[in-house]
């Protein structure tokens, strides 16, 4: 019996690789009235012995308001969710899986913020 070759690695380590330079890179214009949510932190990751992380929602463009309430979500539920959120706090629980969870954080504008939280078993 033939075995088929597992991709399950090369998979995930090319969703990370995306995901990163989804995160790092910027386009060639700057737009013009647009802007986003700054996220403290912008990206964070969380050890064996790391449960939790609060974030906070530190900017919001300059030419406009913050309108609350903010809505948060995960883009895996499986690796953590946002425990519980309060005006521009939330704070996200890693479960015990390893893994890049991507957070959003989305004001009532539809302006977002993104936090990519690396949960790591080992030191």
């Known amino acids: 019996m033939k075995k088929q070759p597992f991709f399950g690695i090369p998979v995930c380590l090319f969703s990370v690789f995306v995901l990163g330079l ?3 890179q910027t386009g060639c214009e700057e737009a013009k009235g647009v802007s986003g949510l700054e996220v403290d932190p912008s990206e964070h990751t969380l050890l064996k012995n790391d449960t939790s992380v609060v974030l906070t929602v530190i900017g919001e463009g300059a030419d406009s308001t913050l309108s609350l309430p903010l809505e948060w979500e995960v883009s895996d539920s499986s690796l953590g969710e946002i425990l519980a959120s309060s005006g521009v706090t939330a704070v996200y629980r890693r479960n015990a899986a390893d893994g890049v969870n991507l ?3 989305r004001d009532q ?3 977002e913020g993104f936090v990519a939280i690396t949960q790591r078993s080992s030191d």
């Open 22 to 24: 989804l995160l790092t």
């Open 103 to 105: 957070v959003t954080v």
């Open 109 to 111: 504008f539809s302006r």
